[in-house]
């Protein structure tokens, strides 16, 4: 590593990147009864027959596999769900309210970095039109938050919580880091596409749980308008992903050796650059970061947001989409 000092602080248009084509379970809590009623026709169960593979024999073709999911409408015959529900998947079936047979549904978008999958259903099968949902980007740390479901029996399940934090966290199903809300005292097996709500607004989809914390993870309102309204068109674009790895540089020392000002406290230190992703043309090995779309950096690699307060630089990055300034 050399002394040389370069400061950027990027500007970004994101490039175009591939859209890969993957809660206290009671019945407690005031208005949750009647609000589980208005959502029988818009939460669906989730079927998938999926693909396994054996890693150190790949030649071998193993049985299929199956589990189970949870999904919300956005569409008269539109779904929305987690990528990591349809992974690998070879059938994918729906159960709806009222209606035991399952109806088949086929994979519109999925997007393993935003973690989410619009699925389309067969109308002639799904008789009446679901209900869709409006997701709502709004964010009250502390907040209630309850989380609704249809059970394998064709019957709406509630839970209850409180919505603790947002922070960027590594995804489940891909490389990329992103926003997440995380609500706690959810109880077990919380995850799985679950659908939250605060107010009787849906927030979020769960996309993990943690039994042993107590804690689940959702995928954001702001995440999903995002995802829905780049699929509307069709023509998925997909989120960005950075091109670059960093690390914090609060080491007085390597700040000299930088020949950094005493003065300048911001920046974190670029470790290794990419071929691919947002920064990639632009930062080299050794470059100093200082801001991202004028959104000053600090050495931890933390930037102050104006809704959920401390996040890391990853958000600046994983929000956009291809072609945002």
Known sequence: MSGRLSLYALRIVTPLLLAMAGCIESQRGGDAPDRARTLEPSLVYLD????????????????????????????????????????????????????????????????????????SLDPNSAGEPLT????????????????????????????????????????????????????KETGKDSGRGRLFTVGGEPIGLACWADNNTGETGLIPGETILAFLADAADGE???????????????DPALRRYLKMPEDMTDGIYVSKVYTLGTGAEQLRSGDVLLAINDQAI????????????????????????????
């Open 132 to 183: 869709p949902l409006t997701f709502s980007d709004a964010f009250e740390e502390g907040a209630d938050v309850t989380a609704y479901w249809l059970s394998g029996a064709g019957q709406v399940q509630t839970a209850r919580g409180r919505l603790d934090r947002a922070e960027v966290q590594n995804s489940t199903v891909s490389y990329t880091r992103s926003l997440q809300l995380i609500a």
């Open 236 to 250: 998925y674009a997909g989120f960005a992903a950075e091109g670059f790895e960093a690390r914090v540089l609060r």
């Open 48 to 119: 998938v027959t999926a693909y396994s593979y054996e890693p150190f024999q790949p030649w071998k073709q193993p049985d299929l596999v199956q589990w189970t999911g949870y999904g919300a409408a956005v569409g008269p015959y539109q779904v929305l769900t987690t990528a990591w529900n349809v992974r690998d998947a070879a059938f994918v079936k729906v159960r709806r309210h009222g209606q035991n047979a399952f109806i088949t549904a086929e994979i519109d978008v999925v997007d393993y970095e935003s973690n989410l999958c619009l699925l």
């Open 298 to 325: 600090d050495a931890g690699g933390q930037f102050a947001h104006p809704v959920y307060r401390q996040l890391t630089y990853h958000h600046l990055i994983t929000r956009l989409h291809a072609g945002d300034p």
